[in-house]
């Protein structure tokens, strides 16, 4: 069963976490996982040519998808405050939608396991983040 919305809310607030991450928080794991898919965006992401003066829908919504990721990943560098918390909470919501998760799979969960599952789902909580549409990240994936 998928935790419950008062779940979510103490996973949100560091109440429930598992015992193996000590006093790290959520948003510690979100944010350091942030950094590492910035870092690895950044310089790797598709080039494609500059739109031209009557670009195609597709083209126009690979460019978009680039643009909020390059958008959401600084924000991941500079560690902006509110991206942080927003980052947070769609963490914590990606979590609590996982059918299996229960309060007592997150307590016992090793820092290994912890730290797979924020690695895991970094992409989708950055793109929530920057707000990405289906159709664009669809347009950007068919780049070569």
């Not at 103490?10 to 000590?22: C, H």
């Not at 790797?44 to 680039?66: R, V």
């Not at 789902?121 to 950055?126: C, D, F, K």
């Amino acid at each position: 069963m998928a935790l419950t919305t008062t779940e979510q809310l103490d996973l949100m607030g560091n109440v429930l976490k598992p015992t193996s991450i000590g006093d790290k928080t959520l948003m510690e794991y979100a944010h350091a996982s942030g950094l590492n898919y910035a870092r690895d965006f950044n310089p790797s992401h598709k080039n494609f040519a500059p739109l031209g003066d009557t670009p195609t829908q597709a083209e126009k919504d690979a460019n978009t998808y680039l643009d909020k990721m390059l958008s959401a990943t600084a924000k991941m560098i500079i560690s902006d405050s509110k991206s942080l918390a927003a980052l947070n909470g769609i963490m914590a919501s990606l979590i609590s939608e996982v059918v299996s998760v229960t309060s007592n799979s997150i307590i016992s969960a090793t820092t290994s396991q912890w730290e797979g599952f924020i690695n895991n789902n970094i992409l989708e909580a950055i793109e929530l983040l920057a707000g990405i549409r289906v159709q664009e990240r669809i347009e950007y994936n068919l780049l070569p």
